[in-house]
Structures are given as structure tokens and as C-alpha cells.
């Protein structure tokens, strides 16, 4: 069975700083990978995805993800870091039943 | 619509009584997902509807847990004889096809006394 591991429940960082997010995945073929943004109140909002391709996939927001298939991980990363940023991020990895499975999250928060 | 959207936005039931659920997908949308999320907790898969057929029921806790969809819309995910276990925030999310990603709505947050 497919399973998620993002380690970091908690994380801190200062307003224009860089910031890597872990996930690691468990699964037997190449998955499907995304990640997920939930801002206080409001619904999951799709920030990046990976199928296949190039390994290094651009989103919104700024952010951008890397597909390691050697490490099985999908490491979230960004620059620099705005306030705005401050919230919960989900990874998920899926296949082709459609379902993917979810982190547990890891909360961002950002200092000014 | 241009989001999918979900009523109410809370929803504060007494433990025992029967709650329903609404999710409204972006027109033109035959998938169609239901996911729990509790307090500190990630998303836990409840159903999946294509069209209105329901593929995959697996996630669904107990039998007092239902869900129905009319055609490719609405969809109502319905708790009867609620516990206080019950309580969290119910999200729906609707897709073109699966490999797309999902776009959620905002979800419900149940809360039962």
C-alpha cells in the first residue's frame, strides 16, 4: 500500500528565507505527487504536480518541488518565504486508482 | 460554479441526531471526492463518486456514514446517529479526471455535542 511521511509537523522560518518542506513516499511504481496548500478556514488548493517529465516542477505561488525517485521523496522548496505563505502544507502521492494518499501535514509558520 | 462549494460552512450538532452534508462540484466535473480531516490530522479518504456511482466506498467509517450524487452535481454525505468521534472537518473535492488534481471547497466543519 501507498503511504506518505511528511516528518516535520512544525515549521519556522523568517520572512524572506528559504524553505524546503520533506515528504517521502512509499510505493512500488513511479506515483503520481502534489502538494497541497490550506490556509486557515479555507479549503486544500493545489500548488504543483508531478506525472512524469522533468523531475523539477514549477507552481504557483513561487513554489517548486523535485521528484527524487532514488530517495522517493518530493521535497517541497521555495527561495524566499512570505508572510503569506504561513499555513498547512499537504503532500499526497496517488496512482492511477484515482485516490491519492495524504501527509499528515506540516504547518508552516513564518516570522517577520 | 466557479469553486465547488460546500454547506454549511458549520454545522454544530447534539450527539445522536443525523446531519447532512453538501458539496456542490464545478460544473462539468464527473469526479467527485469526500475526505474527513480531523483536528492535527491529515485527509482521510471517505468516498469516491464517478458520475453517481461510487467505485470505491472503502473509506467510509461505519455504516451510519452514506453518501448519494445526483447525475455529475450535488452531492450529500449524510452521518446518522452522530458521535462526538464525528466531529471534524468534512472536505469535498471534484476533478475532471483523477490525474489532474483536485480543487476542494472549504469544507464543513462539524462539531457534535
Known amino acids: 500500500a501507498q503511504s506518505v511521511t511528511q516528518p516535520d509537523i512544525h515549521i519556522t522560518v523568517s520572512e524572506g528565507a528559504s524553505l524546503e518542506l520533506r515528504c517521502n513516499y512509499s510505493y512500488g511504481a513511479t506515483p503520481y505527487l502534489f502538494w497541497y496548500v490550506q490556509s486557515p478556514g479555507q479549503g486544500l488548493q493545489l500548488l504543483l504536480k508531478?506525472?512524469?517529465?522533468?523531475?523539477l516542477v514549477q507552481g504557483i505561488k513561487g513554489f517548486e518541488a523535485e521528484f527524487k525517485r532514488s530517495q522517493s521523496s518530493f521535497n517541497l522548496r521555495k527561495p524566499s518565504v512570505h508572510w503569506s505563505d504561513a499555513a498547512e502544507y499537504f503532500c499526497?502521492?496517488?496512482?492511477?486508482?484515482?485516490?491519492?494518499?495524504f501527509g499528515r501535514g506540516t504547518s508552516l509558520i513564518v516570522h517577520p | 460554479g466557479a469553486g465547488v462549494s460546500q454547506s454549511p460552512s458549520n454545522k454544530v450538532t447534539e450527539k445522536g441526531k443525523d446531519v447532512e452534508l453538501r458539496c456542490d462540484p464545478i460544473s462539468g466535473h464527473t469526479a467527485l471526492y469526500w475526505y474527513r480531516q480531523r483536528l492535527g490530522q491529515g485527509l482521510e479518504f471517505l468516498i469516491y463518486f464517478q458520475g453517481n456511482s461510487a467505485p470505491d466506498k472503502s473509506g467510509l467509517p461505519s455504516d451510519r456514514f452514506s453518501a448519494e450524487r445526483t447525475g455529475e452535481s450535488v452531492s450529500t454525505l449524510t452521518i446518522q446517529r452522530t458521535q462526538q468521534e464525528d466531529s471534524a472537518v468534512y472536505l469535498c473535492a471534484s476533478s475532471p479526471t483523477g490525474y489532474n488534481g483536485y480543487t476542494f471547497g472549504s469544507g464543513t466543519r462539524l462539531t457534535v455535542v
Open positions: 499526497a502521492v496517488g496512482e492511477r486508482s484515482y485516490i491519492p494518499t
Open positions: 508531478y506525472f512524469s517529465g522533468d523531475t
